[in-house]
DNA sequence: TATGAATGAGGCTTCATTCAT
DNA sequence: TATGAATGAAGCCTCATTCAT
């Protein structure tokens, strides 16, 4: 069970046949490309189009207006994170462990993608409150997800049983996101998977039982 | 010693001028106002303008710029958390207690009005790079506070001395923005001042020696 | 004689082919439906072909652009009010009743096909300069024939020898194009057919000896 | 009474102080010659402003937007036609009279601003259902004038009793919009107004008793 | 013949800022 | 100081037409 398997539930066979063409593809990565180095309020679709190598007519053709580009970049990278946190919420290993792997997990992916971590920290910030709303509807799903560990921690007693999951879950993802905007807003000058043990053990001590 | 001391070493004489006359602050207001009922992407200068009750050119006459607007709603509201956080500093109490203190009042503050937890939650949050890198810089100031609570209360032996100063800090701010941030985007329907102890006990634990 | 022989001058015989193939009429019926249905302005060539089963390309095997598709819809449905024209001009009737025989048959072909009638006397009209010059040719033909009528009933007595030709062709076309246009804008809700006789006579008095 | 009275029942004050000023004559003005010049789907908003000697977000203090403009320009020139009409109302003068002058007086204001006839007799009419719609509107009032001298001659017993006075505006309107369009497309290489006395007999014939 | 994915030119409208009064 | 009418730059999207298959 992938997330390829939950999008089936929602999306029409059309837009499935769409998301596997190359153009597809190729816009969605486009457009991080042009928001990273452009800004979000200076990312026009010409712009993108001309970095996808298409008319910008071509656009179009696989999304229905700016907004559902900017959507889909989103959903299409968000998605890599939820397949990761789904994959490893199947191992055999204590919550902790999955928390350490979360972290690193979720450090490594933009780590290794600079233009991908300007564009969700800062850039996709800045879009209007109706594609923010969207937006976190995705981020929904990682969320669900990542309380899925706290519970297990909780009834495993590795973490404290009286906790406020949502407090808690509000200090996990409030802590990375805070630590990752802060590593792209220094320019990567270090090294962010580094962080990731020391915030694991900063987090588990706040969290255990 | 208040904020204006601090703000004395970067603002000229004429600024300061300007900040002390009735209709820069009614200016200021109106923004937050026009930002919190119609989104930042909807806060035109005009209507700014209407709302504080001048002519349109008359914002030219206190602001540089639409941004000057911008940056000075955050100056000056922020200007509020550190005079706080700076009174909070001087009393003669534990680190955790005024950790305790800070959350407390920071979540007050925004509790108590609305319209500016809405503009610095979720709306100044879209304006573009440059804004942002300039609220950043008024937003440091009261980092700078907040890491003085850290250091006493590793130097006093209340908190984890082997602790990474800049991961505890990104781990109490990006808890308590997220925090808030929920509580503005779930339209407060539940008391955020309440949540504070737990907040604090939470990330006291994470901290503590 | 028929309006085929007409076209026989201006079209070379390419065209001719083309227009006997189904295809070709599958697109103007196609064409018909959908201006009427969608209105000029959303009567865009990927709906025609979509509504003709056919695609967007092979249009332009028969067309040589969208143009040519609204012209020859006027084109060939004129054909049928010119080639009733004609048949009526054989009769061995006088020209008042050739007279009411044609406002009949007009009134009868439109009120036969709801589809046209929208096309020709409100979404046509909508068309380009150039475009209307065209049809204005071929109606051109029409308002021929109608001549014939009235230069006959001149000739025989039965209308006012004096009368300004043109200025009574006008009248004619004017009146019946302004009380079928009222009809459809009325969306037919009364049977136009009826008014035929009340037309003719209110003409009949204007024009008769 | 004129029309000003007219419109003050339907138009807030807001829109009168408006169209009073200079600028919206202007723009009104500058419409119908770019409009008779470029034709209908030629004519920019761009180019109307240049025409008017403002510049382009001008427009938009005065007219909502370009469709606004175009239903303006009807307005405020078939006001002149109604104005007309108004007056020749309150001759004391027998109905066909009243024919002779309201056919002369039409066709005099077209004869005299030939761009005005080319607008309204072939351009506007290219515009989408909407506008047309919207144009038909302040059509109905001249129209509803026009049946009054209809109403007026049959009561007086100069028309016939008996006439559908549906038919008859459709048969007076009718003639007279054609013979208007024939002439402007016939590049007005005739005087229009010497018609006048034609049509009003061919018409007189037509409906009198 | 037939297809349909790809092209790319073109225009309405908004709104921050200015400047004559 | 204060006004507010005027400015004009800038971008999303549509759709007729082409052309490789």
Redesign the pocket.
């Known amino acids: 069970m992938n997330r390829h398997s939950y999008f089936h539930i929602f999306l029409g066979g059309d837009e499935l046949v769409k998301k596997d063409?190359?153009?597809y593809k190729q816009i969605v990565d486009a457009a991080v490309i042009v928001i990273a180095e452009n800004g979000y309020?200076?990312?026009?679709?010409?712009?993108?189009?001309k970095q996808a190598?298409?008319?910008?007519?071509?656009?179009?053709?696989?999304?229905?207006?700016?907004?559902?580009?900017l959507i889909s970049v989103f959903q299409e990278k968000m998605g890599m994170f939820v397949e990761k946190l789904e994959h490893i919420l199947t191992k055999e290993v204590s919550a902790s462990e999955k928390l350490r792997l979360m972290i690193e997990s979720h450090f490594g992916l933009l780590s290794g993608d600079l233009h991908l971590a300007i564009v969700t920290q800062l850039e996709l910030r800045q879009s209007n409150h109706e594609i923010r709303m969207k937006i976190n509807g995705v981020l929904r799903e990682y969320l669900l997800q990542m309380d899925k560990i706290l519970v297990k921690g909780m009834e495993d007693g590795e973490f404290d049983k009286d906790m406020d999951i949502r407090l808690a879950r509000q200090m996990v993802f409030g802590t990375m996101d805070e630590t990752i905007t802060t590593w792209v807003m220094n320019d990567h000058k270090y090294d962010l998977v580094d962080l990731a043990p020391k915030v694991h053990r900063l987090l588990m001590k706040g969290m255990r039982a």
Chains 1, 2, 3, 4 share one sequence.
Request: aromatic content about 10%; cysteine-free; hydrophobic content about 35%.
């Open positions: 063409k190359p153009k309020h200076q990312a026009q679709v010409s712009k993108i189009a190598g298409v008319a910008d007519g071509t656009i179009y053709l696989y999304f229905k207006n700016k907004e559902d580009i």
